[in-house]
């Protein structure tokens, strides 16, 4: 279980991440939604340690995580995909997979043998199989359509076989039908390895149709938390990022 | 599919991100590597017994010392994209401490080459640890800044370096394992070996997982953190690393010119290193061996018929540069590739 208990971090005067205290059960999927500049990306960088804490603890099964380093938050099982897909231009997808494997394997640093690896490419098979990457194995990352620079993107968190996987919007910059192609794909994804699953999205139709639980932020402050009935129905919700009720049946 | 074949297809093809692909296709085994090794050593080794010509054995010793040296730097340049400006102190470094260690305490020689290295390493450590934190420019002008510390130091420690004049008195070169390094072939036969041998070992670690790793720092250095590498570790590593072949590179030169000079660990030296690259290109293996050879050649030449070299000089860096926006094995490279993408889409 991840848990996050009384998480602040401010910029100056402005509060991006006010005394959160979350926590997400094992194999549980949750939507992180809410307007421009909520603190959503900053929540995320705080539980990967892109970003240091001011204040709070995040527990990963009861061990503190907070102000560690990005490697070693990785390392202890959260992985993370990027709003602007963070990927290795230079290198084909079957060897982006192959070296992210290796290096979960603690065999970054291997001086002695070849890349790559033999114990390596059962996994890196496995990840481009799930993603739906095998078709473009080796295609080189950066001549990928955007789409699939983003599935590349969360294949190199899904390949480290994460307890916890961080989706900062996987749909953005993508057209309708491809952000529905990309979702489903998410929810393939989290019904299929079982685990948790943590995403930020904009699109409310997305949001409301496969997310069981729903965490709204608003000025870095949790506004609410709750199944999608439950936040379509908060008049607080309505008012600070959904619009107005009739917004919301719309989006429903 | 290639990048046209995507584009035929209909996909949204996303703009290459400008950074270059370093030779990961051609999937060579080390074995294979050892033997073409083996065959380039060969082939070096029998020169001496076809050529009497002094001048082209001097040519391959300098070739090796700036080709270890250009190298190691293209380790950074080029695999890892940190841009050293001041590579060249640890040219500096095995020059004067071979040759120091050799004048000063008359060591075999095998073993005067591991304690430059020791002394090499622990000089890298130290300043890497400092450095490698840095992002870009910083990174260039704090190794920049470096590199001038120590070249002052070599100039004001005139009891140990010589200062200006550099180490004089010739190197003492005692006879090791049958060979006497004051024999003209004999130097060139080791000089060839380390060559061979640091490009080899180079060739392994640019082949090797880490290797790899150093692929995914300079493409995406935030994403390599986030799937678990220690990106400080990765760098400060590579970058000891390649100072114990820049100071290999060193410890040939100093052997060659029997003595150290300052000029071996001034900024220039670090500039030639960045030109042989440009020169020769930083995506594939043997392109700063290539640029070096270029640079060398250009240098007895131009030398030899003008005063006015330098802008001979960067009248062709400037031709690559502009011109052909690329080192010449890069260019031979993708010429070589597209030409093979046309014939497989004329038959295909």
């Given at each position: 279980?991840l848990e996050i208990q009384q998480l602040s971090k401010s910029?100056?005067?402005?509060?991006?991440?006010?005394?959160?205290?979350?926590?997400?059960?094992?194999g549980s999927l949750t939507a992180v939604i809410g307007p421009?500049?909520?603190?959503?990306?900053?929540?995320?960088?705080?539980?990967?340690?892109?970003?240091?804490?001011?204040?709070?603890?995040?527990?990963?099964?009861?061990?503190?995580?907070?102000?560690?380093?990005?490697?070693?938050?990785?390392?202890?099982?959260?992985?993370?995909?990027?709003?602007?897909?963070?990927?290795?231009?230079?290198?084909?997808?079957?060897?982006?997979?192959?070296?992210?494997?290796?290096?979960?394997?603690?065999?970054?640093?291997?001086?002695?043998?070849?890349?790559?690896?033999?114990?390596?490419?059962?996994?890196?098979?496995?990840?481009?199989?799930?993603?739906?990457?095998?078709?473009?194995?080796?295609?080189?990352?950066?001549?990928?359509?955007?789409?699939?620079?983003?599935?590349?993107?969360?294949?190199?968190?899904?390949?480290?076989?994460?307890?916890?996987?961080?989706?900062?919007?996987?749909?953005?910059?993508?057209?309708?039908?491809?952000?529905w192609r990309m979702i489903d794909k998410v929810y393939e994804?989290?019904?299929?390895?079982?685990?948790?699953?943590?995403?930020?999205?904009?699109?409310?139709?997305?949001?409301?149709?496969?997310?069981?639980?729903?965490?709204?932020?608003?000025?870095?402050?949790?506004?609410?938390?709750?199944?999608?009935?439950?936040?379509?129905?908060?008049?607080?919700?309505?008012?600070?990022?959904?619009?107005?009720?009739?917004?919301?049946?719309?989006?429903? | 599919?290639?990048?046209?074949?995507?584009?035929?297809?209909?996909?949204?093809?996303?703009?290459?991100?400008?950074?270059?692909?370093?030779?990961?296709?051609?999937?060579?085994?080390?074995?294979?590597?050892?033997?073409?090794?083996?065959?380039?050593?060969?082939?070096?080794?029998?020169?001496?017994?076809?050529?009497?010509?002094?001048?082209?054995?001097?040519?391959?010793?300098?070739?090796?010392?700036?080709?270890?040296?250009?190298?190691?730097?293209?380790?950074?340049?080029?695999?890892?994209?940190?841009?050293?400006?001041?590579?060249?102190?640890?040219?500096?470094?095995?020059?004067?401490?071979?040759?120091?260690?050799?004048?000063?305490?008359?060591?075999?020689?095998?073993?005067?080459?591991?304690?430059?290295?020791?002394?090499?390493?622990?000089?890298?450590?130290?300043?890497?640890?400092?450095?490698?934190?840095?992002?870009?420019?910083?990174?260039?002008?704090?190794?920049?800044?470096?590199?001038?510390?120590?070249?002052?130091?070599?100039?004001?420690?005139?009891?140990?370096?010589?200062?200006?004049?550099?180490?004089?008195?010739?190197?003492?070169?005692?006879?090791?394992?049958?060979?006497?390094?004051?024999?003209?072939?004999?130097?060139?036969?080791?000089?060839?070996?380390?060559?061979?041998?640091?490009?080899?070992?180079?060739?392994?670690?640019?082949?090797?997982?880490?290797?790899?790793?150093?692929?995914?720092?300079?493409?995406?250095?935030?994403?390599?953190?986030?799937?678990?590498?220690?990106?400080?570790?990765?760098?400060?590593?590579?970058?000891?690393?390649?100072?114990?072949?820049?100071?290999?590179?060193?410890?040939?030169?100093?052997?060659?010119?029997?003595?150290?000079?300052?000029?071996?660990?001034?900024?220039?030296?670090?500039?030639?290193?960045?030109?042989?690259?440009?020169?020769?290109?930083?995506?594939?293996?043997?392109?700063?061996?290539?640029?070096?050879?270029?640079?060398?050649?250009?240098?007895?030449?131009?030398?030899?018929?003008?005063?006015?070299?330098?802008?001979?000089?960067?009248?062709?860096?400037?031709?690559?540069?502009?011109?052909?926006?690329?080192?010449?094995?890069?260019?031979?490279?993708?010429?070589?590739?597209?030409?093979?993408?046309?014939?497989?889409?004329?038959?295909?």
């Amino acid at each position: 279980m991840l848990e996050i208990q009384q998480l602040s971090k401010s910029f100056g005067g402005v509060k991006a991440a006010d005394d959160i205290s979350l926590s997400f059960a094992d194999g549980s999927l949750t939507a992180v939604i809410g307007p421009n500049g909520a603190g959503k990306s900053t929540f995320f960088n705080l539980i990967t340690g892109a970003l240091r804490p001011d204040r709070g603890r995040i527990l990963l099964n009861r061990i503190d995580l907070a102000g560690r380093s990005p490697p070693d938050i990785v390392r202890h099982g959260i992985g993370r995909a990027f709003q602007v897909a963070h990927i290795f231009p230079s290198l084909t997808v079957h060897e982006t997979m192959l070296a992210a494997v290796g290096a979960d394997q603690r065999r970054a640093s291997l001086l002695h043998r070849r890349f790559p690896l033999a114990e390596t490419r059962e996994r890196a098979e496995h990840a481009m199989e799930v993603l739906g990457l095998v078709g473009k194995r080796d295609r080189i990352a950066a001549t990928l359509s955007h789409g699939d620079q983003k599935l590349l993107d969360i294949a190199l968190a899904m390949v480290l076989d994460p307890k916890v996987l961080l989706l900062d919007e996987p749909t953005a910059g993508m057209g309708t039908e491809e952000r529905w192609r990309m979702i489903d794909k998410v929810y393939e994804l989290w019904e299929r390895q079982k685990i948790t699953v943590v995403f930020i999205e904009h699109d409310m139709d997305i949001v409301f149709k496969i997310a069981p639980e729903i965490v709204v932020l608003c000025y870095g402050r949790i506004l609410a938390t709750g199944t999608p009935d439950a936040i379509r129905g908060n008049p607080e919700v309505i008012k600070a990022y959904l619009g107005t009720e009739q917004h919301a049946e719309t989006a429903l | 599919m290639s990048e046209l074949q995507a584009q035929s297809a209909g996909e949204r093809v996303v703009e290459p991100l400008g950074v270059p692909r370093i030779e990961t296709k051609t999937q060579r085994s080390r074995y294979l590597d050892v033997l073409i090794a083996l065959a380039a050593f060969a082939v070096l080794a029998t020169l001496p017994f076809l050529f009497s010509s002094k001048a082209l054995l001097d040519f391959v010793i300098r070739c090796s010392a700036f080709g270890l040296f250009a190298t190691s730097l293209n380790l950074l340049v080029g695999y890892t994209g940190m841009i050293s400006f001041g590579h060249g102190m640890f040219f500096g470094i095995g020059a004067y401490g071979f040759a120091l260690i050799m004048q000063r305490t008359g060591v075999p020689i095998p073993l005067a080459f591991i304690c430059t290295l020791l002394l090499t390493t622990v000089v890298a450590a130290v300043i890497g640890a400092i450095c490698v934190r840095l992002k870009e420019i910083y990174f260039a002008f704090v190794t920049l800044a470096f590199q001038m510390l120590i070249h002052s130091m070599i100039l004001s420690w005139v009891s140990l370096t010589g200062g200006d004049q550099g180490l004089r008195g010739g190197i003492p070169r005692p006879v090791f394992f049958g060979l006497d390094l004051s024999n003209y072939v004999h130097l060139y036969i080791v000089s060839c070996a380390l060559l061979v041998t640091g490009l080899l070992l180079m060739r392994q670690i640019a082949q090797s997982p880490f290797g790899y790793t150093l692929r995914m720092i300079r493409d995406n250095a935030v994403r390599a953190s986030f799937i678990g590498i220690d990106v400080w570790r990765a760098k400060l590593t590579v970058f000891v690393l390649a100072a114990l072949f820049a100071s290999t590179g060193g410890i040939i030169m100093s052997l060659f010119v029997s003595g150290a000079y300052p000029e071996f660990a001034f900024w220039t030296i670090s500039g030639e290193g960045i030109f042989i690259n440009m020169l020769g290109g930083v995506t594939t293996f043997l392109g700063p061996m290539v640029g070096t050879v270029l640079l060398l050649i250009l240098n007895d030449t131009v030398t030899r018929l003008t005063e006015y070299y330098g802008i001979v000089l960067g009248i062709v860096i400037l031709f690559f540069a502009i011109g052909l926006r690329r080192g010449l094995m890069d260019f031979a490279v993708e010429w070589y590739e597209a030409r093979r993408a046309r014939r497989t889409t004329a038959t295909g």
